[in-house]
């Protein structure tokens, strides 16, 4: 009987390292580390150092980052490129002390240059210039895969270090947040139609233009591609990758216009007042598709269509986060 590996799970209470607790529980994995940030303060080295030599668990799930849309990026770039840093920085030199062989990084497609070629694949990284709205989160995840990297390539072969980066699309689903102003483009829009509905709002308001395209994954699909890559054996793993481009796309492989997105929340939610677009707001990047066919290429697929992940998010959203919304 084999035995089931030690898995920590950082930011468990997140919307993706909940869905990877939940794809793990679904597999059998019982043996599952979790501290909230009030028991364990990533940013504190000597913390990180204290709890990965008392744990020393086998995998590492690096799902936990200080997040936010574009409001939140650009109000508080000194704290998105400082904290996710240090969070990366700690869990992962931690863990290698700690003997951990087996970690995974969640990343982000903000990675990939502003005007990168559409679908963006792996080897656009490092190409052109960052969009400047998230450009200080966008170098901690870039830091962040070169981190896992550079461990790979120092200490695979005299200490067995298999460090792997996956680059998300924008998530959505159970336990987003819903922040007025700092959460992303679909749990906002699933509240700003929301309350419209509930006040008899004539009409709603989406910032910008309506026309920027963007690639939308729900997060269970994304806890599902976490699970499958950090499983793949070494070698099949090593077939798709190279040392210095080690990280896999995931994404569904369609992308929508905020336009058709508004209108798709709208009907979901039952708003029936008109969508007016406020052209003074950024845009952001015109487009972001990713190419994921290495990943599919290994046997993942996503599962949940956009159409049936929104009312999932939009059920969620009624059910577990509207009334703490309401006191944000």
């Given amino acids: 009987m084999s035995v089931k590996p030690k898995i920590y799970v950082a930011g468990h209470r997140g919307m993706v390292g909940s869905a990877i607790v939940r794809a793990l529980q679904a597999q059998g994995q019982d043996n599952i580390v979790r501290r909230t940030h009030a028991e364990l303060d990533l940013t504190d ?56 062989k087996q970690l995974l990084l969640l990343g982000s497609s903000c990675i990939y240059p502003k005007l990168a070629p559409q679908p963006m694949t792996e080897s656009a990284l490092l190409t052109g210039t960052l969009e400047p709205t998230n450009e200080p ?50 749990p906002a829009m699933l509240r700003r139609f929301h309350e419209a509905r509930e006040n008899n709002a004539p009409s709603v308001a989406i910032w910008g233009t309506g026309t920027p395209r963007r690639e939308f994954l729900y997060v269970d699909d994304m806890a599902s591609a976490s699970v499958h ?3 793949l054996d070494r070698a099949t793993y090593g077939l798709h990758t190279s ?35 406020d052209t003074s707001k950024p845009d952001g990047t ?7 066919t290495r990943l599919t290429s290994l046997g993942w697929r996503p599962n949940v269509s956009l159409t049936d992940g929104l009312r999932l998010a939009y059920d969620d959203f009624v059910r577990h986060a509207y009334v703490g919304a309401k006191a944000n």
């Fill in 243 to 277: 040392p210095m481009q080690s990280h896999l796309n995931v994404g569904c492989g369609d992308d929508i216009t905020i336009a058709a997105l508004a209108q798709a929340v709208s009907d979901v939610v039952g708003y029936r007042g008109e969508i007016v677009y």
């Fill in 45 to 100: 080295q000597a913390a990180v150092r204290a709890f990965m030599q008392i744990e020393r668990p086998d995998q590492v799930y690096l799902a936990a980052a200080r997040v936010g849309g574009i409001h939140a990026n650009n109000t508080y770039p000194a704290d998105f490129i400082y904290d996710n840093l240090m969070i990366e920085a700690n869990v992962i030199h931690e863990a290698f002390k700690a003997g951990v």
């Fill in 229 to 231: 890559v950090m499983n």
């Fill in 286 to 292: 015109p487009r972001k598709l990713m190419d994921s």
């Fill in 137 to 186: 989160y966008a170098i901690a995840k870039i830091a962040g895969i070169k981190l896992c990297e550079s461990y790979n390539r120092q200490y695979n072969a005299s200490h067995g270090v298999d460090y792997r980066s996956v680059m998300p699309t924008n998530l959505y689903g159970p336990g987003d947040n819903y922040h007025p102003e700092n959460s992303h483009v679909i």
